[in-house]
C-alpha cells in the first residue's frame, strides 16, 4: 500500500464490505473474484501507466469486493452514514447512491484522465475502475444465478425463513 491512509483505508473496506460478500457467496468464491479484480484490474493497468512509476497496493481487489457488495446488495434498504464537513451534520446515502457517486464516479473520471494522458496524481484510477467492474459484473451474474428475495441478504437466512413458515399452522 501506498501509505498508512491508504492501508487503513483498505482495511476497512475489506472489513465492513467484505464480510457481507464473504457470506453471501463463500470465502472460495469470494477470494476468487478479489484475485481475478486485481490482477486483471493491475494488468490493464500496467500497459496505461508511464514505466517509471510502480504500482503498490491492493486498491483493485479491494474495489473488486466493492463492486461485488454493490451487485449483491443493490436492492437491498441499507444506508451508509457520511459526515458532511461543509455542513457539519450527518447524511445517510443508500447504497444505489452512495456507490456510484463515490467509487464509480472518481474512478471514472481518473480513468479517462489516465487514458488520455491528463492524469496528474500518483493513484491508479483504471485499476480501481477495472476491479470495480469486474467484482460488480461477478456479481450481477451471481444474482442472476442465485436470486435472494430483497427481504433477505443472504440465501441461508430465506431458506430458513420458508422452512419455518412451511411449519407454522
Known sequence: NA???H???N????LIFGAFVELRIGALMYLGVYMLSG???LMIESFVMPKDIFIVGASANITGALGLFYALFYHHKMRFFVYDLI???KVY???QLWFPIFFIGADLVGSLQELTGGGTDSVAHL???IGLMCGAAFGY?????YPVSKSFLYPEDEALWREVSAQLP
Open 3 to 5: 501509505g498508512v491512509l
Open 7 to 9: 492501508l487503513v483505508g
Open 11 to 14: 482495511c476497512f473496506a475489506l
Open 39 to 41: 490482477t486483471l484490474g
Open 87 to 89: 455542513v457539519r451534520r
Open 93 to 95: 446515502l443508500s447504497i
Open 127 to 129: 485499476a480501481h475502475f
Open 141 to 145: 451474474w451471481h444474482v442472476m444465478k
